[in-house]
């Protein structure tokens, strides 16, 4: 099983018609929302952070609300030199893998206009929209504030969507069928991999294409910044389960049909990032017995289960 976290953080700057700033508040945490979760299963627009929202409610955030208290205006993300992204490993000794997408999106055209909340989401119109997060503008001193904009000025919204992943390796022990009504126990180690490059997308939901690329190899594992070497190119069947409302989970299945794989397999792996860069993985086999790799033949299919999950990160970011 593989688990990921999702947080969020934002920063409101106000620039005059000059050019010169009168408001910059810094980054804030934000709320990720239910819905934003539930974004992450699917079918709820391409991209978690494609609009941002702005009003002048001032309510508390809470994880079940839907749409900010009064919308004011939406825009899609802006071409400016906010936009980044932050894929580096860097090892602080926690095991987590934190990397961050930011976007930029600026709102024009206000006069006289007061804004208190802010949001993110991930389709729609000012009047219907899927809202993911939702924070109250604040002060320096953390407290609920509201921004006035005059005529001329200029609000841009900078937005952070951080993942966090659990680098360490998850080991398990899973029974493999023989097809004869018998089974043996063999040794599973997960472990991340490709961590550091852009192949961990950060604010698409999880997409998959039939038949995706999962390759096999007799290597070991390799270290969590690449994948295992001497792999094969081979494709094994990729499909997910359909996603269930409010568990924030998917089930999948790797499939290896009786042409393909006939090796003694050690590990398995995303070996292309597109079909699943929501949390690229290698999984390495050992039977419990003696440590022998998983040996199919062309007489056998090989269907391995699999699951990701996802919640929201309240540590540190």
Not at 142 to 171: C, F, M, Q, W
Request: with cysteine; net charge neutral.
């Amino acid at each position: 099983m593989l688990n990921l976290g999702i947080a969020g953080e934002f920063r409101a700057v106000v620039t005059r018609a000059d050019g010169s700033v009168k408001i910059d508040t810094g980054f804030v945490r934000n709320l990720v929302l239910n819905q934003g979760l539930e974004f992450f299963g699917g079918s709820k627009g391409g991209y978690f952070n494609s609009k941002c929202l702005i009003g002048s409610g001032n309510s508390s955030p809470a994880i079940t609300q839907i749409s900010l208290d009064t919308a004011v205006a939406i825009e899609s993300i802006t071409q400016s030199p906010a936009n980044a992204n932050e894929y580096a490993f860097n090892d602080s000794g926690d095991g987590l893998y934190k990397i961050w997408e930011q976007r930029a999106y600026r709102f024009t055209g206000l006069s006289d206009v007061n804004i208190s909340e802010v949001g993110l989401a991930s389709e729609g119109t000012l009047t219907n929209y899927y809202l993911t997060t939702r924070a109250l503008i604040k002060d320096a001193l953390g407290n609920p504030t509201t921004i006035s904009i005059k005529a001329g000025e200029t609000l841009e919204i900078v937005y952070r969507i951080h993942k966090v992943i659990d680098i360490n390796d998850k080991s398990f022990v899973v029974d493999v069928k023989d097809g004869a009504g018998g089974s043996v126990p063999y040794n599973v180690v997960v472990r991340p991999a490709r961590v550091g490059t852009s192949t961990h997308n950060v604010s698409a939901a999880i997409s998959t294409v039939a038949g995706g690329r999962f390759a096999y190899s007799t290597a070991d594992l390799g270290a969590k910044e690449h994948y295992p070497t001497g792999g094969s190119v081979e494709e094994g069947v990729f499909s997910l389960d359909t996603y269930t409302s409010l568990t924030n989970k998917r089930k999948g299945l790797l499939s290896f049909g009786l042409t393909v794989a006939n090796v003694a397999i050690r590990t398995v792996f995303t070996s292309s990032p597109s079909y699943f860069s929501f949390f690229p993985f290698q999984m390495r086999f050992g039977r419990v017995s003696d440590d022998a790799p998983l040996t199919k033949t062309n007489k056998d299919t090989l269907s391995i289960p699999f699951e990701v999950s996802w919640g929201r990160y309240e540590g540190e970011l």
